[in-house]
């Protein structure tokens, strides 16, 4: 079955520390994008793609980056690790228009200590 | 920017009793999803609205997309304790640039 897939699923880093977050989906979707969650904020999105060497930022897209080079991927990468970056993110991909739905992966907890 | 609110943040219920949550957009919407997350869980998308007016039911669910699009409701019959989790809206601006979920709803269900 097609699935969405984040790597890790919990991790631990330091202040100032490149982290890359990995998303893989299999669902073959043009669209991939990256949220994080924290308690009363819902979920914000971070950056997003609409295909491969395709990428925009989001709502809260200072201090991460993204890139796309196959159709399965979006990794995120903290460039410099921060502790107002502690997290849940959320990676989701839907097939290509706007009125598709958004399969979520399962999230990846990251503390920044 | 366009910003999208919940009300109530947190609802508890006895098993049996009724539920809504409301959402509200400082836009109008082009469409209104919405999304339920268990706890320790990632968002499943529930339905999605995009005619004004309109009502759409899943069993004990209901989803009501308001006539000038701005506004959304999800009213849950009887409640199971099956029911419990966070239960966001999410929506795309008229111009379909900005897609932005609200805040959600924390229901607890107490058997």
């Known amino acids: 079955d097609a699935e969405i897939t984040q790597s890790p699923r919990h991790k631990i880093t330091e202040t100032g520390r490149q982290v890359t977050l990995a998303c893989h989906q299999t669902?073959?979707?043009?669209?991939m994008f990256w949220y994080r969650q924290d308690l009363g904020h819902g979920l914000r999105l971070i950056h997003y793609s609409y295909g491969v060497h395709d990428t925009n930022k989001g709502e809260v897209s200072d201090g991460y980056s993204v890139s796309r080079s196959n159709t399965e991927d979006l990794p995120l990468t903290l460039e410099s690790a921060a502790s107002s970056q502690t997290s849940v993110y959320f990676c989701?991909?839907?097939?290509?228009?706007?009125?598709?739905?958004?399969?979520f992966g399962p999230g990846t907890r990251l503390t920044v200590l | 920017g366009q910003q999208v609110m919940q009300i109530p943040q947190y609802q508890h219920v006895q098993e049996g009793e009724d539920f809504t949550t409301y959402c509200n957009s400082s836009?109008?919407?082009?469409?209104i999803q919405w999304y339920k997350q268990r706890p320790g869980g990632h968002p499943v998308f529930l339905i999605q609205l995009v005619k004004s007016g309109e009502v759409k039911k899943q069993k004990r669910l209901t989803f009501q997309f308001g006539e000038a699009k701005k506004n959304s409701s999800l009213h849950i019959t009887a409640t199971q304790t099956t029911d419990v989790g966070t239960y966001f809206c999410?929506?795309?601006?008229?111009?379909?640039?900005?897609?932005?979920f609200g805040p959600g709803t924390r229901l607890s269900v107490l058997p």
């Open positions: 669902w073959n979707h043009n669209n």
């Open positions: 999410a929506g795309y601006d008229n111009y379909g640039q900005n897609f932005v």
């Open positions: 836009t109008t919407l082009s469409n």
């Open positions: 989701a991909s839907r097939q290509a228009g706007d009125l598709d739905t958004q399969y």
